[in-house]
């Protein structure tokens, strides 16, 4: 068994604390009267937010609508990819985070019909390109089988805190880039298996979603970590995905709603939140032809919920998105 490269960082260690002591306060949100929605919800942002990074271009409410079974308009690539999706993370109760055939079977469920080795290591040698400069040459194809089998060894044996390994087991498995194709969203999925062994909420924790809103970010991360021989980059990075996922949604909201109790909304103030709970990715122009309002009255509309504590603008303007927030 040969242990990753890896350094923990005393901002590791600090995250690691902090993580653990939300983790049930988050739990105990789990637990509430609207957790069946909750959890429904969560699970279409992950998958928004996991195929988003891929560039699945549905968004939040299609995803929505396949989940329900209902009839969505879209590229036929992209509704099979979000199809997969939900049957793979299906099968998550029932998946052995350190079992080979179990990645495989996965990897066969979230690729089908979309690669023609579903469920298959991949057979060639692959680079990782960044338009057309290569930015990783991952291992020989004959050795990938090993060194996952490795990976998982190392992975269930080893003595650091589950937080730690599940980010180092993250970029080893993209560093190895086991398959042809798929690899990121395996990645991320599997990252969610190991984190449930340290608590079964990460099963409802949808991390992909913070990813998705710092995927330049998350692809730095990975590729400084490579350049520097060891990942301790890219579990500082993942580590603070983590801690930001608990603390967005350890707080009470109520979906039906779409804000505190007590808190004075004006019509279409309320008709934005319903609509930014729906969809967080929508834009103003989207938002105008929703309300049949210009986008200027909207973007005005947008400033007054931020002050009023009500939402907040997470990550950039292009790649960013909106979050409904707890008034204090």
Not at 49 to 69: A, K, M, P, Y
Not at 135 to 149: K, N, S, T, Y
Not at 151 to 179: G, N, Q
């Amino acid at each position: 068994m040969t242990k990753p490269p890896f350094t923990v960082s005393a901002k590791a260690v600090n995250l690691v604390a902090e993580i653990s002591g939300l983790i049930e306060r988050y739990a105990i949100r789990l637990e509430q009267a609207d957790a069946l929605l909750l959890r429904k919800a969560n699970r279409v942002k992950t998958i928004y937010g996991s195929l988003g990074i891929e560039g699945n271009t549905l968004t939040e409410s299609q995803v929505s609508d396949i989940l329900d079974g209902k009839r969505v308009v879209a590229p036929i690539r992209q509704i099979r990819e979000v199809k997969n999706a939900i049957k793979t993370y299906e099968l998550y109760p029932q998946l052995n985070p350190f079992s080979v055939p179990d990645l495989l079977k996965a990897h066969g469920v979230m690729m089908e019909a979309l690669a023609d080795d579903a469920g298959s290591f991949r057979r060639g040698n692959v680079g990782v390109f960044a338009g057309k400069e290569v930015v990783h040459i991952a291992p020989p194809a004959d050795r990938v089988p090993g060194l996952i089998e490795d990976l998982m060894h190392w992975t269930k044996s080893a003595e650091d805190h589950w937080l730690i390994r599940s980010c180092v087991f993250h970029y080893e498995f993209e560093f190895i880039h086991p398959f042809s194709d798929g690899n990121g969203r395996m990645g991320r999925l599997w990252q969610s298996l190991i984190l449930g062994q340290l608590h079964p909420l990460f099963e409802h924790l949808p991390i992909e979603n913070m990813v998705y809103a710092n995927q330049q970010t998350y692809y730095d991360a990975i590729n400084t970590s490579t350049d520097q021989g060891e990942c301790g980059t890219f579990i500082d990075f993942m580590l603070q995905e983590i801690f930001d996922a608990l603390s967005l949604r350890s707080q009470t909201f109520r979906p039906d709603v779409g804000v505190n109790v007590g808190v004075n909304v004006g019509v279409n103030e309320q008709k934005i939140l319903t609509r930014l709970n729906e969809d967080r990715h929508i834009t103003a122009k989207q938002l105008a032809v929703f309300l049949s309002i210009t986008p200027r009255q909207v973007e005005r509309i947008l400033k007054k919920l931020k002050e009023k504590e009500l939402i907040r603008r997470v990550g950039s303007d292009k790649s960013g998105y909106w979050e409904i927030v707890k008034r204090p």
